[in-house]
């Protein structure tokens, strides 16, 4: 974490462009972070569900405590474990998952001092790794999972490289508003005009 000299620091602090950047980076990197975390946990929790209903919400399988909290004490963590036990994660992206979560938690505790002192945190750089991470378990989960158990893709060929899941979508369409596109805006209005009562 590098500090501007003070000169620039201030500069930096009264220009509404890099103001506007460092806190909309910020807060795509935590909420980025976010889905990863969900993917996570909530792709297991649904694996092992076995009903549902209105009081108690998700009824989960006694396998699910079994198999995956029986790993940790910390759910994310149980789950992480059970992703490597399955093949879907191995121990470098166990490593690469606990510095994703530290610059999480920097940013969400040290906000001013990125805000208002410039201190680089190097979002950037991490952010492709969360993208990567976040990837590989959602391709997992439709390679091992969604695609045997859809008969729409019986006999046929599946280029892994070019599945896009649903989680990564929304990140490129985050990315996409934030750079200032509008086409995805203009898109959804011509196809989904408002209803007139």
Do not use: C
Not at 115 to 140: A, C, H, P, S, Y
């Amino acid at each position: 974490m590098d500090k501007e000299p003070v000169y620039t620091q201030w500069e930096q602090f009264l220009s509404p462009k890099v103001m506007q950047e460092r806190l909309i980076s910020a807060s795509l990197y935590i909420t980025a972070y976010e889905i990863l975390k969900e993917s996570i946990i909530d792709r297991i929790r649904s694996f092992y569900m076995v009903g549902w209903n209105i009081e108690d919400g998700e009824v989960l399988g006694s396998e699910y405590k079994l198999e995956v909290l029986s790993l940790n004490n910390s759910v994310l963590y149980a789950s992480l474990s059970w992703l490597q036990t399955q093949g879907a994660i191995n121990h470098i992206d166990l490593e690469s998952f606990e510095a994703l979560k530290k610059l999480r938690n920097s940013l969400a505790h040290n906000l001013p001092k990125l805000v208002l002192q410039g201190i680089n945190f190097k979002i950037e750089d991490n952010f492709q790794k969360l993208f990567d991470l976040l990837r590989k378990i959602e391709v997992w989960w439709i390679v091992e999972f969604e695609i045997p158990t859809n008969p729409d893709f019986d006999g046929k060929d599946i280029d892994v490289d070019k599945i896009t899941p649903g989680p990564i979508i929304m990140m490129q369409m985050m990315l996409e508003v934030l750079s200032g596109n509008e086409d995805l805006l203009k898109h959804y209005k011509e196809h989904n005009p408002p209803s007139v009562e």
